[in-house]
C-alpha cells in the first residue's frame, strides 16, 4: 500500500508540473485568440482595492488616488481597530460613496464576552443597521465582507496535533462540532486500520458546511437572515463556502498556483449554484515586495474578467516584521496596472470566455485542495485511489479548455444538467 501511494504521487507531481506550465498557455490563448465564433463581452465588473490600514486618513488618500480608475473600495480592516470604531467607519464609506465608488464593509470583532461569544457593533439588530445602511448609501452598499479563508484554513488545519491531544476527551463533549469530529477521528482511524480508502466524504462535508458554517457561525447566520449579501475570499473549498452560505466567494490569485485551475473551479461552483464570483489578487510572497509583479497582476486580472468575474480586488496589504498593519502592498506598478485594466477593459472588446462550454464532474463531496500533489482532502485525509485520475483528467482538460472549463461536482442538488454545456466530462472517464 506505502509503496503505491508513493508511485501515485511522483505521477501526480508530474502532471501537477503540466497544468503549471500550461496554465500560462491556457490563460493567454484565450485572451490573444479571436476567432468569427467568439463573442465579446458587454457587461463591466466592479474593480477595486481591498483598504486595509489603520487610519480615515488613509483611506482617503487611496479613494483619491484610485477613484478615476476603480468603481469599488472594499473596506477590508478587520484586522485593525478602525473596524470597530463606527465613526471612523461611516466617515470612510461616506467618503467613498461620494466619489462614486460602491463599498463592501469587513468589520472585525467589536468584543468576546466571558461565554467566549464575539459580537460586532451592528450585531444588536443587524435588520436595522441593513436598513440604515441602504437608506444611507443604496446601491452603493454591496454588502459585508464576513471572514476570510474557512475553506483553506479546513484544509490546513493542524487535524493530525488535534486528534493526537484531544481524542480521548472528544466524547465528554456535547457540542455538535466536536461530537462531529470525534465520528471523523473514528472513521480515520478504522480506514487506517484496514488499510483502505473511504466510500465518500459525506461526514467531512457536513461538518464543514453545517458547523462550521451555515448554523455554526452565528454572525454568518445573521447576516444570511438579515439578507445582507455575505462575501469572503478563499483559496480551496470553493463549492463548499457557497452552500455553507456565501452569496460571493473571491478567489484568491497570485500565490503560485494555476490561476486557469483557480478560475476554473471557482465559476464552476458558481454557476451550477447560482451565485457571483470574483478575484481576490493577493500576495505571492510572505515577505517583501508581497505582490507579483504588475505584468502577472493584469494577466490574472484580465483572465478574470474574461472568465466573468463580478468582482476583481486587489488586495492592498503588507505587514512588517511585528506583523503590525502598517503599510501597503501596492507601490506604483501595481497602481499603473490597476489603471491600464481598467482603461483596457472600458474602451477595448475582449473574448468572452464566460459561457458554459464544458464542465469537469468530481464525485460527491470530494473536497480535494487540488494545490499540489499531496495536499489534503478535506485536511482530515491524504490523496486516495481517486486523486491521480482526477489529476489527469483535470490536466488534460485544462490544456484543452483552459478558462472555459468549469469545474463542478456530483450535487443531486445541482445537476450538471441544469446548465446547457457544450460537453461534459466526469472524472473517471477516459479523455
Known amino acids: ?108 470583532i467589536d468584543s468576546v464576552t466571558e461565554d467566549d461569544v464575539t ?55 456535547g457540542h455538535p462540532a466536536i461530537k462531529a469530529l470525534e465520528i471523523i477521528g473514528e472513521k480515520m482511524k478504522n480506514y487506517k486500520d484496514i488499510e483502505a480508502f473511504p466510500e465518500n466524504y459525506d461526514l467531512e462535508a457536513n461538518f464543514f458546511v453545517n458547523l462550521v458554517l451555515s448554523d455554526g457561525d452565528p454572525g454568518l447566520a445573521k447576516l444570511n437572515r438579515t439578507g445582507i449579501t455575505t462575501f469572503t475570499s478563499d483559496y480551496g473549498l470553493y463549492w463548499w463556502d457557497y452552500l455553507g452560505g456565501y452569496d460571493v466567494v473571491l478567489a484568491e490569485m497570485g500565490w503560485n498556483a494555476s490561476i486557469t485551475q483557480q478560475i476554473a473551479q471557482i465559476k464552476g461552483a458558481a454557476r451550477l449554484q447560482e451565485k457571483e464570483w470574483g478575484a481576490m ?36 496589504y503588507a505587514k512588517d516584521k511585528e506583523a503590525i498593519n502598517t503599510a501597503q502592498a501596492m507601490i506604483d506598478e501595481h497602481f499603473n496596472a490597476l489603471e491600464r485594466f481598467w482603461n483596457d477593459i472600458n474602451y477595448k472588446q475582449f473574448i468572452d470566455n464566460s459561457v458554459p462550454e464544458a464542465a469537469l464532474v468530481l464525485p460527491h463531496n470530494y473536497g480535494w485542495g487540488m494545490r499540489n500533489p499531496n495536499d489534503t482532502i478535506w485536511g482530515f485525509w491524504p490523496t486516495d485511489d481517486k486523486t491521480e485520475q482526477i489529476a489527469i483528467t483535470m490536466y488534460q482538460l485544462l490544456e484543452l479548455y483552459g478558462t472555459r472549463l468549469d469545474i463542478v461536482f456530483e450535487d443531486p442538488a445541482f445537476p450538471v444538467t441544469k446548465v446547457n454545456y457544450k460537453s461534459v466530462y466526469f472524472w473517471d472517464q477516459a479523455i
Open 1 to 108: 500500500m506505502g509503496s503505491l501511494r508513493n508511485n501515485r504521487k511522483i505521477v501526480i507531481v508530474i502532471f501537477f508540473i503540466t497544468i503549471l506550465a500550461v496554465s500560462v498557455i491556457g490563460v493567454q490563448f484565450y485572451l490573444l485568440s479571436a476567432g468569427e465564433s467568439q463573442t465579446y463581452i458587454d457587461s463591466s465588473p466592479y474593480v477595486g482595492i481591498a483598504f486595509c490600514g489603520n487610519t480615515s486618513t488613509e483611506a482617503k488618500a487611496i479613494i483619491d488616488k484610485t477613484k478615476t480608475y476603480t468603481n469599488l473600495f472594499v473596506f477590508d480592516t478587520a484586522r485593525s481597530e478602525l473596524s470597530r470604531n463606527k465613526t471612523a467607519v461611516y466617515e470612510i464609506c461616506d467618503y467613498a460613496t461620494a466619489n462614486g465608488l460602491s463599498i463592501i464593509i469587513n468589520i472585525g
Open 119 to 173: 459580537t460586532w457593533f451592528w450585531d444588536e439588530d443587524a435588520a436595522e443597521f441593513k436598513a440604515n445602511w441602504t437608506e444611507r448609501w443604496g446601491e452603493k452598499f454591496l454588502g459585508m465582507y464576513y471572514n476570510d479563508e474557512v475553506g483553506g484554513i479546513q484544509l490546513d488545519g493542524a487535524w493530525r496535533d488535534f486528534y493526537e491531544d484531544f481524542s480521548e476527551g472528544l466524547h465528554m463533549v
Open 281 to 316: 489578487i493577493t500576495w505571492k510572497y510572505d515577505e517583501v515586495p508581497f505582490l507579483d509583479n504588475a505584468d502577472q497582476i493584469y494577466t490574472q486580472m484580465l483572465a478574470s474578467y474574461q472568465a466573468g468575474a463580478k468582482y476583481i480586488i486587489i488586495f492592498n
